[in-house]
T-cell receptor, first 112, second 111 residues
């Protein structure tokens, strides 16, 4: 059974650009969540989606947005990139709310 | 707001030693607690999930316990091996799937 996949794995952008990251959950999983990991702040929650509905949003500026599609795949978008957006972006999926969550390998975003 | 602390922040042990990693949280109204490991530059690997009605879970050489009344969880690793070297993270949900993560314990198991 395939795990959570994230594309692209690595990304280099310049300040002011925008970026879209993709997450494909494990087959049959309906919940997808996104996290940002940096050395200084650790793992911080971005969004939580279940059946195409955003259930929860972390304390991030409006430049960070996301969505979930009917096939449970999810994307997150960051507009007007800043140097501080450089991080490892991780997504996690679970079958239902409250179930065990499984993480993908992450997308390493570098903003120059 | 849930605050999660893991002690120690770093640990170095010789191969074969049994060890305990600690996770403390301030709000006992948690739903699930999950332990993960993370290898450098990689994603998180789920180790154990303890649901709110459970007190412990075991998988192979790993055993995790949860005491909500005292705000503590422990991860016990038996007969440690060099391949266990990684950062270990505890995380909990208060409902829904939003995980609040601990600060992590960086473990090194030496030959």
């Amino acid at each position: 059974k395939a795990g959570v996949t994230q594309t692209p794995r690595y990304l280099i952008k310049t300040r002011g650009q925008q970026v879209t990251l993709s997450c494909s959950p494990i087959s049959g999983h309906r919940s997808v969540s996104w996290y940002q990991q940096t050395p200084g702040q650790g793992l911080q929650f971005l969004f939580e989606y279940f059946s195409e509905t955003q259930r929860n949003k972390g304390n991030f500026p409006g430049r960070f947005s996301g969505r979930q599609f009917s096939n449970s795949r999810s994307e997150m978008n960051v507009s007007t990139l800043e140097l501080g957006d450089s991080a490892l972006y991780l997504c996690a999926s679970s079958r239902l709310l409250g179930n065990e969550q499984f993480f993908g390998p992450g997308t390493r975003l570098t903003v120059l | 707001k849930q605050e999660v602390t893991q002690i120690p922040a770093a640990l170095s042990v010789p191969e074969g030693e049994n060890l305990v990693l600690n996770c403390s949280f301030t709000d006992s109204a948690i739903y699930n607690l999950q332990w993960f490991r993370q290898d450098p530059g990689k994603g998180l690997t789920s180790l154990l999930l303890i649901q709110s009605s459970q007190r412990e879970q075991t998988s192979g050489r790993l055993n995790a316990s949860l005491d909500k009344s005292s705000g503590r969880s422990t991860l016990y690793i038996a007969a440690s091996q060099p391949g266990d070297s990684a950062t270990y993270l505890c995380a909990m949900t208060g409902g829904g799937n939003k995980l609040t993560f601990g600060t992590g314990t960086q473990l090194k198991v030496e030959l």
